[in-house]
DNA sequence: ATCCCCATTCGTTGGACCAGAATATGGTTA
DNA sequence: TAACCATATTCTGGTCCAACGAATGGGGAT
């Protein structure tokens, strides 16, 4: 079972196949009828029969097209085209995404450099409702029954957080690490237990309420920097 | 309307039907056994027989994993497992037909929010090597033959720039973003012209040579707000 | 306008055939 | 006998076909 090949002398995806044909033509055929998003494709059973091939066939391609973002197909109504290239790219890209040391690193010093910094791009889009919202998960946090969801309403705040500021690529690449920092949370929470996130969180939102940038920096560096404490005592290698 | 939804995150995307299930399965089968890159999932008839559905189900669960750069599968061979989850995710955006406005706007704000605010991710790790490096692809950039060729070494600067955070996880989720941000770098150029850019980078770069983290804040806002700008002024309606 | 029924469409299944590659087989020769 | 090469066999993926179930949108009846 284990392959004993030092590498594939071919390096190069398969280019060929009715399939790989199929949906460089479908793709052909997007481009030549200027659909856009929210129009629809023609059944799987016209395409087959345009393109005289299976509709198995067509079913493939179509899935492919639909993991790459392309499309998104609803039962009765046929494949509508859409605009998620960049969330489905994430997608793939974490589909393997480890829960190594390194991208423990790497993730929690990208949540430093976002949330931190977060404030200017936050405060135009605040409304009472975020920031009731943000408060409620921060009081299930403290009411969660076990870790997991003690976690989970960790995370639910700080995607909140993020997601007000309205910026699809970086909620994007939020949901994306989810696994990850769900796992850094699981292990902080069982270190430091959780009302000093609680803490941290309501100074947060009460700098938020007042419109206050630095408090809001200060609070933020501390909650986040004391996540990344508990870790980097566990890594050995944080050099060059 | 804030229903306590256990576990579906991202409602958009089917999560539901047996090829999702089988395609979950799978993963979850590749993680438990300990397959790593190199080895050979079973075949197609048998893992149709062993998880109960057909095979062209399992056919289907197969491609998507293939779509994901997951698995490459030889005939003959079978499915065998390949690490290609990052160029997968590139081919996956450089699929993409068209970029709407909204993805222009969105991840140039991921970029303003991002690189502005490096300066201390960089700091630390910035060797004179590294300034060197960035001074000879702005140079680049001056030089370049063409359009395409000046928003390849834009890209290349700026890439080198998040390189030097040493944050690998950020580092690859610029290079899933690089096509988008060619194109927006393309655009801008044939608008503004390539010295502007230049100055703006020279002066990033000095602002890192002397350690001046308010003048890198300052002079990198300014330069993406540049391309943030010209591209706000001109957004034309999709092409219908 | 509302409700109900039906036709259409996707989702999935099971089976079939074909081309090609890996392997076993058998014959040939040193 | 043993090494070697050509052939046959046997998998495996790639494609196609026919069919059924479930869900849903639309059209007709009220």
Redesign the interface.
Known sequence: ???A?PL?PDPD??RSGA?HTLVAEL?AM??AE?L??GDSLPTERELSERFGMAR?TV??AI??LR????I??RPKVGAVLI????S??????S???SISP??FA??Q??R???E???FD?LAPHLTMADLA?LE?QNAAMLAAPDVAACAAADYAFHHALVAI?G????RD?Y?I??PVILRLMETGKETRGRDMAHASHAAIIRALREGDRLAYQYFMADHLHQGLGFFTATTPEAA?
């Open positions: 079972m284990l392959a090949r594939p995806i398969a399939v793709r997007i481009a200027g856009v998003t198995n079913r493939e899935g492919v993991a790459y973002g392309v998104e197909v605009n998620r290239h960049l489905a790219a994430l997608d793939v890209f589909f393997q995404l390194e991208t790497d993730i010093g990208f430093q450099l976002v931190v910094n977060l791009a919202r409620a500021a910026n699809a690529t970086l690449v949901r690490m989810e060059p």
